[in-house]
Nanobody, 124 residues
Framework: DVQLVESGGGSVQAGGSLRLSCDASKYTFNKHCMAWFRQAPGKERGGVAVEEGDGTFTYADSVKGRFTASRDNTKNTLYLQMSNLNPEDTAMYYC???????????????????WGQGTQVTVS
């Protein structure tokens, strides 16, 4: 079974940093593009960092220069390093995977594959 398990969320003060991790099953990681999305209370789920078919990541404007996504293929793990956090970053963060051919950037509609259960990030 495909499994995505996020971790690393927590509470942090504004200006602080967190690193999220997403552990993926070997099948998912080797054959799919990966992404981070987030959803704040009362808001729609939106893309934060998505992997394109060429292995590069596209970022939402609101996180550019502050967040960095990366993957470690030896550990089947996707990361999201978040720095200079602000209260607007408070949300549930989700890891997603999709066939690279189906990916349409940050558009949620292009990510209909697999999702994790999420990890909460709270910035005060």
């Amino acid at each position: 079974d495909v499994q995505l398990v996020e971790s690393g969320g927590g509470s942090v003060q504004a200006g602080g940093s967190l690193r999220l991790s997403c552990d993926a099953s070997k099948y998912t990681f080797n054959k799919h593009c990966m992404a981070w999305f987030r959803q704040a209370p009362g808001k729609e789920r939106g893309g934060v960092a998505v992997e394109e078919g060429d292995g590069t990541f596209t970022y939402a404007d609101s996180v550019k220069g502050r967040f960095t996504a990366s993957r470690d293929n030896t550990k089947n793990t996707l990361y999201l390093q978040m720095s200079n956090l602000n209260p607007e970053d408070t949300a549930m963060y989700y890891c997603a995977s999709e066939r690279c051919a189906a990916v349409t950037g940050l558009d949620l509609l292009g990510w209909q594959g697999y999702w994790g259960q999420g990890t909460q990030v709270t910035v005060s």
